[in-house]
């Protein structure tokens, strides 16, 4: 009786459920999810850098486990292998150094942090063809701007990856004042169509000075 409970049970569930309908199931599932995901970015705003941040939650060792994505810790081999034949310059202030000093180690954790610290930093990885620079540069001023100029010349080999930014050495040195704010933004005003022109064959970042409003203000 089992088995022929079983068998019609069977049979009744093919008449109603077949693999074309199976199909069509899955594709709503699918569609359903789509539609889901898309109004989720919607509510919560096309730039998913900001969650990325302030979403989610620490897995321990220094790991961080955003909303919604997975987040890779790259060995030194596929660190290498990804970067192979590239130049990185970062170019700013001690917080971009610090950004470098993490970055370096990546590919060479054995990279020593020692010598004087107001002054240009290169690292060469010969065998994988690695070349990453940091530009002492801590404040926004005619220096950073030169430095930056000469890229955006057609005869001067360009860095594939631009990480820049400085604002604590201005808040430091002028206490903050608005004269000093205003300074800030007449430069980083300057600066800003040169790293445009970067950004159209190299990957810019301007890192944000987060201590301060009035200096964020000006960047956004």
Not at 39 to 44: E, G, I
Not at 90 to 112: A, E, H, M, T
Not at 140 to 160: F, L, R, Y
Not at 186 to 214: F, G, H, R
């Amino acid at each position: 009786m089992a088995a022929l409970a079983y068998n019609l049970g069977k049979r009744e569930i093919n008449h109603y459920f077949s693999v074309r309908s199976a199909k069509v199931l899955a594709l709503v599932a699918v569609l359903l999810l789509a539609a889901c995901h898309l109004a989720s970015r919607r509510y919560r705003g096309n730039d998913s850098c900001e969650y990325l941040l302030s979403s989610g939650r620490f897995l321990g060792e220094k790991v961080w486990q955003p909303h919604s994505c997975m987040m890779h810790k790259y060995k030194i081999s596929e660190a290498k292998n990804c970067l192979v034949d590239k130049h990185i310059a970062f170019i700013g202030d001690s917080r971009i150094r610090q950004l470098f000093y993490s970055f370096v180690k990546i590919i060479n954790p054995q990279f020593k942090e020692e010598g004087n610290k107001h002054e240009n930093i290169p690292f060469e990885d010969k065998i994988a063809s690695v070349k990453v620079d940091f530009l002492w540069h801590p404040e926004v001023n005619g220096s950073m701007k030169q430095c930056i100029k000469v890229w955006t010349e057609d005869s001067v080999a360009k860095p594939h990856v631009i990480v820049a930014g400085a604002a604590t050495w201005s808040i430091k040195i002028h206490n903050g004042s608005n004269e000093a704010l205003s300074q800030y933004k007449m430069n980083i005003t300057s600066i800003a169509p040169l790293l445009e022109k970067l950004a159209k064959t190299s990957d810019v970042y301007w890192v944000l000075q987060e201590c301060n409003d009035s200096y964020e203000r000006v960047l956004q």
